[in-house]
């Protein structure tokens, strides 16, 4: 069967006892219905309310795999767990609570194929969560997300997403940044191969929510990242080249002006607070400058020593021989 496995569905779990088995009957009946090989891995991320061996019973159907993580990673860990051990062409996620309908699988992989995408993420237009603590700092958080990574999306965080494998398995993901995926491959393809669908969204009818209104403000913190690699990892220098440039031109700016009013004009300049501001930018404009410097040797360094590639091949003619 495995070299066979078309679609992978995962879907990371943590404390969902009370909507496993409901969750588990949807995805097979859905996944039946479709008429293709797949699977359903199922990532136990730490679970303390029994989950863990809910999920070992369930993996005892042939197209079901359980994997338990030794502690609770984080969503971001235990969907990265899922990819790496996934042997489909073409991968789905989504959340195990329910509140994403698996029905909706087989038309986003219609849209991902028939479109020659690359990404479909889910938009839960009519979301059926708190506004003032879900919804409205997501709306704001996605549109922030959007105008910073230039990958146009209404719902970041939706976790029902399809992916073509080939592409996917190009991105690695750390730390909390599973809500930044769009991006993350935006490092790799054209923001045209990425697109988006009107999804269902369900209340929750178990369970409690592991999301609450901190979580907003670490997206903020994540997106600094993001950013920062998906402009800038490859050629740290110029990123902090160029500010340690703009730093230490003002602060020069400054030292010369004072400089001038010394020696031209004989004015007193020793208790100006600009001579320690001119001073102080010059000197952090350096640093800058030469963190920049290590930064790029940093950089060759980790692509001459790793896998990880700064390009990604689609197609080779070599292949086709």
Known sequence: MENHIKISVIAPVFNEKENLISFTDSVKKTMNDLGQEWELIIIDDGSTDGSADL?????????????????????????????????????????????????????????????????????????????????????????????????????????????????????????????????WMATKIPPSKISEMIVSHHPRVAGVSKYGISRTFRVFVDLISVFFFMRFFSRPGHFFGLIGLMLSAIGSIILIYLVSLKFIYGLDIGDRPLLIAGTLLVVVGIQLISLGVIGEILSRTYFASSKEKSYFVRWDSHDEK
């Open 55 to 183: 999920i070992k019973e369930l993996s005892m159907h042939p197209r079901v795999r359980s994997l338990i993580l030794s502690k609770n990673y984080g969503q971001t860990t235990a969907i990265q767990a899922g990819f790496d051990n996934a042997l489909g062409k073409f991968f789905v996620t989504l959340d195990s609570d329910l509140q994403n309908d698996p029905k909706d699988i087989p038309a986003l992989l219609q849209k991902l194929i028939d479109e020659n995408l690359d990404l479909v993420v889910g938009w839960r237009k009519d979301r059926k969560d708190n506004y003032f603590l879900r919804n409205f700092p997501s709306m704001i958080a996605n549109r922030l997300i959007a105008n910073i990574t230039g990958v146009k999306l209404h719902d970041y965080g939706c976790s029902l997403k399809a992916y073509r494998a080939e592409v996917l398995k190009e991105v690695r993901l750390y730390g909390e940044m599973h809500r930044f995926i769009p991006a």
